[in-house]
């Protein structure tokens, strides 16, 4: 079996001669020892668009073609190169879990998670793939190391969430309420009031126009008005500077998480993420009217949840005002 022998300079500037000639590609294969098809293909892939053959300018695109070919792969080796691929594409699994698996299934190999992260937001490399798709949270745009920078807002007579009493830690007691914004579109003035409490994991939904405290304020207001409140807590984003407004119209104090604290008010952000589900990140919440939001809060409230021993939220509200009612029949 011969192998394939790529062009040479001198053989292409043959080509040029004996074709200007007027000889075909078959009688020039003779004389050169090639097959006519090959010629044929070389004449045509740089004599392209009316351009004229020139022998030196293929032979320049040749030895570039060939530089790119002989590339080595994005990442490491070929090896940790489609291992990585096929992990995101197909498995969806995050770039920490690649990381720590690869030395499990190949011993030996390793990457860094640095590199995996370049590599996916890379458009030379992995441009036409997008493969930040496949990360969990699909961001198109990878964000800044040290994460983005948020104005601190003050809060006068503000009750951190230390001094919040340990029935509301303990979700021992109804009542106690945890309340935060979600956004549709940043450029859009409305926003969605979501209150959740503790223990019920019951949620009250309200449609704000603007992101004013004192909308906020009589949000949360006006959604828990009705039901039994011990306590309020809340992040200290710029919306909540009236809470001294909610705090004297429930006669409840409000407590406010640390910064960058999320987690602190851990019930009213998974129930954000599940809100999410009817209303995804990035989609206006201007015409959303309020028979749709009805129906998404009646829809949390009457969905069983596992910490609920498969309760709804209706239920176990139901449950606890049923058992605190008895236990103040008893008392009396």
Not at 82 to 104: A, M
Not at 177 to 203: F, H, P
Request: glycine share 6%; aromatic share 6%; net charge positive.
């Amino acid at each position: 079996m011969k192998s394939y022998r790529h062009l040479k300079l001198e053989e292409r500037e043959l080509l040029y001669c004996l074709r200007e000639q007027g000889l075909t590609f078959r009688e020039i294969g003779d004389r050169l020892k090639r097959n006519h098809t090959s010629l044929s293909r070389e004449y045509r892939r740089n004599a392209k668009y009316g351009k004229p053959y020139i022998p030196c300018r293929a032979e320049d695109k040749a030895e570039r073609r060939a530089v790119k070919q002989r590339r080595k792969a994005p990442l490491k080796t070929p090896l940790i190169f489609l291992y990585v691929r096929k992990k995101l594409r197909e498995k969806k699994w995050s770039p920490e879990t690649i990381k720590g698996r690869l030395p499990i299934d190949h011993p030996g190999y390793s990457i860094g998670l640095e590199t995996i992260y370049r590599y996916v937001y890379d458009k030379k490399k992995s441009g036409r793939d997008q493969l930040w798709k496949y990360l969990t949270l699909h961001r198109k745009k990878r964000m800044k190391k040290n994460g983005r920078k948020v104005r601190s807002t003050r809060i006068e007579a503000m009750l951190p969430i230390e001094q919040r009493p340990e029935s509301a830690n303990s979700r021992s007691e109804l009542g106690h309420w945890e309340t935060d914004n979600m956004e549709g579109k940043r450029s859009d003035q409305t926003a969605l009031s979501v209150t959740v409490e503790r223990i019920s994991l019951y949620t009250s939904l309200i449609k704000l126009i603007d992101h004013k405290a004192d909308t906020k304020s009589k949000a949360v207001i006006k959604g828990l008005i009705k039901h039994p409140v011990k306590s309020v807590t809340a992040d200290r984003g710029p919306e909540n500077r009236r809470h001294q407004l909610i705090s004297n119209e429930l006669g409840v104090p409000i407590y406010f998480c640390n910064p960058y604290h999320s987690w602190e008010k851990g019930s009213v952000e998974n129930m954000v993420g599940r809100v999410r589900r009817s209303l995804p990140k990035g989609v206006s919440l201007d015409p959303v009217n309020e028979k749709q939001i009805r129906q998404i809060e009646l829809h949390l409230n009457n969905t069983p949840r596992k910490c609920l021993g498969f309760l709804t939220p209706c239920e176990k509200l139901e449950q606890l005002q049923i058992n605190n009612s008895g236990a103040l029949q008893v008392r009396m």
